[in-house]
């Protein structure tokens, strides 16, 4: 779902552990690390959307975690213009996402992120809360720490 600005509904999933650190996740086949996210799909709630996207990236169900809370309201980031797909009506210029903190209830052996139709991650670790601001993207750069500010009270 795409809004009247160009924004793509999204979820961004910080998964944290018993030490209070999260699961940094590597991109397939890049050199790019991120946490998970994914859109949200017509008809679908930013939690439900959670849950799914946490299936699909990690292999990962409700029962796996607990949520401790989410972003207040939407972040959003642009997308550079060589990342823009000028062809796709409605055209998206970057995500609109709620952002989850969760805890991780399972063992690391649960996660497996080869679950999901198609892989999206091919190596994972656990880094300290603050690492991904030192390794994301710039254009996800502002969204992470805002992110991250506004959930690290909940840990």
Same mark, same amino acid.
């Given at each position: @779902?795409?809004?009247?600005?160009?924004?793509?509904?999204?979820?961004?999933?910080? =998964? /944290?552990?018993?030490?209070a650190?999260?699961?940094?996740?590597?991109?397939?086949?890049?050199?790019?690390w991120?946490?998970?996210?994914?859109?949200?799909? &017509?008809? &679908?709630?930013?939690?439900?959307a +959670?849950?799914?996207?946490l *299936?699909? &990236?990690v292999?990962?169900?409700?029962e796996?975690?607990?949520? %401790?809370?989410?972003?207040?309201g939407? =972040?959003?980031?642009? +997308?550079?213009?060589s990342? @823009?797909?000028?062809?796709?009506?409605? @055209?998206?210029i *970057?995500?609109?996402q709620?952002?989850? =903190?969760?805890?991780?209830?399972?063992?690391e /052996?649960?996660?497996? %992120?080869?679950?999901?139709k198609?892989?999206?991650?091919?190596?994972?670790?656990?880094?300290?809360?603050?690492?991904?601001?030192?390794?994301i993207i710039?254009?996800?750069?502002?969204?992470?720490q805002?992110?991250?500010s506004e959930?690290?009270? +909940?840990?």
């Amino acid at each position: @779902m795409i809004d009247s600005e160009g924004y793509r509904f999204n979820v961004g999933i910080i =998964l /944290s552990n018993a030490n209070a650190q999260v699961l940094w996740a590597r991109r397939i086949g890049q050199t790019a690390w991120q946490f998970p996210q994914g859109g949200i799909k &017509e008809g &679908e709630t930013p939690q439900q959307a +959670l849950f799914r996207e946490l *299936g699909e &990236e990690v292999g990962l169900y409700a029962e796996h975690v607990d949520i %401790l809370g989410s972003t207040q309201g939407w =972040l959003k980031y642009r +997308l550079p213009k060589s990342l @823009m797909r000028n062809d796709e009506k409605p @055209m998206c210029i *970057g995500q609109k996402q709620v952002w989850y =903190l969760l805890r991780f209830l399972g063992d690391e /052996s649960d996660v497996n %992120l080869a679950y999901g139709k198609r892989p999206e991650f091919d190596d994972w670790r656990w880094v300290d809360y603050w690492h991904p601001i030192k390794e994301i993207i710039g254009f996800k750069k502002a969204v992470y720490q805002q992110a991250l500010s506004e959930l690290a009270p +909940l840990l």
